[in-house]
């Protein structure tokens, strides 16, 4: 955290990194980490969020406070307006998870987490307007730096090595994620995910691509509501201020662009990519044993009374 005793206001942050993976931590992972985790690890969020928002883009002393506060607020809707939501679908996925099921289903319980992470974008848009209203040069400077090397970190993990080490790093993963909800997969599954990896349209290189889009983006959006709106802003005194309109409608369509991408062809991508995804789950959960699948009723029902429990925490 840096220290700036002169800064203007200070930022009304609620969602995620300020990068372009902000709205997805908080998206996706606010969504996982309640069920991959414990109660204790989601009362803990608020904490890894500030700290890792800091990271990102290095509060001044004036910051500081009023993120915390922010984030709080943030995680207090989340828990009263979303965990119920997710708890409820658990009971559905239970269900689900007897039988055997269709891509189609699959997907349709895809896009109905899509429609959560839609709505934390609607929450988290005029605090990160505002925040971004308020970064200055040095901490535009380092976020900059920060996302080159999350740049290194993808080039590491998924563009470096041979074709074999990077789909055996791809198989570690996958692996312990479908051991996580069946228990040990067999041999034969084992084999059935590795042709499924193997078949994914998934091409790193075009995402990375698209990640570095989505960051430069970013970094201009910024850019563009400060010189158009920043001076304004910052002049207003009262902590409650919210951003000028204008502003956040530029952030809203850079946040849709996270989502739904402008680069010609990467929507067919995407969505080819949704679709194999799905298609493998399904062929992997329908070959799974009674026992498996008892094991991921119990795992879910672990998983929703947590919810159930974070959810009535005052």
Known sequence: MQTSPGAVGGPRLIVGRIIARALLLLGVTLV????????????????????RLDGFVDFTDTQS??????????????????LPLYADRLVQWQALALKDITPEQV??????????????????LEPLTALALQLGPQQLEHLKRRQLKGDESFEKDFLRGTPAQRLD??????????????????????????????????????????????????LQT????????????????????????????????WSQRLLDSPTPGYAAYSANLVREGC??????????????????VNVLQGYEADLRALAAQD
């Not at 406070?65 to 979303?82: C, T």
């Not at 997907?107 to 988290?124: I, N, P, W």
């Not at 790193?204 to 983006?217: D, K, L, M």
């Open 32 to 51: 996982l980490v309640a069920c991959s985790a414990t109660r204790v690890a989601y009362n803990q969020a608020p904490n890894l969020v500030y700290w």
């Open 65 to 82: 406070p009023q993120a915390r506060q922010e984030i709080d607020r943030f995680f207090a809707w989340h828990r009263r307006a979303e």
């Open 107 to 124: 997907c349709t319980e895809f896009e109905a987490m899509r429609g959560s992470l839609r709505r934390m974008v609607d929450q988290g």
């Open 169 to 218: 790093s791809r198989m570690d993963r996958a692996i312990d994620r479908y051991e996580t909800l069946y228990g040990a997969l067999s041999a034969s599954q084992r084999d059935l995910l590795q042709t499924g990896l193997q078949r994914s349209p998934w091409d790193p290189q075009r995402s990375f691509a698209e990640r570095q889009r989505r960051q430069a983006a970013l």
């Open 222 to 253: 910024i850019r563009d509501i400060q010189a158009s709106h920043g001076v304004a802003f910052s002049a207003t005194t009262n902590g409650a201020r919210k951003p000028p309109p204008e502003a956040v409608a530029a952030v809203r369509t």
């Open 279 to 296: 298609a493998q789950f399904a062929q992997l959960h329908n070959s799974t044993s009674p026992e498996q699948r008892a094991h991921a």
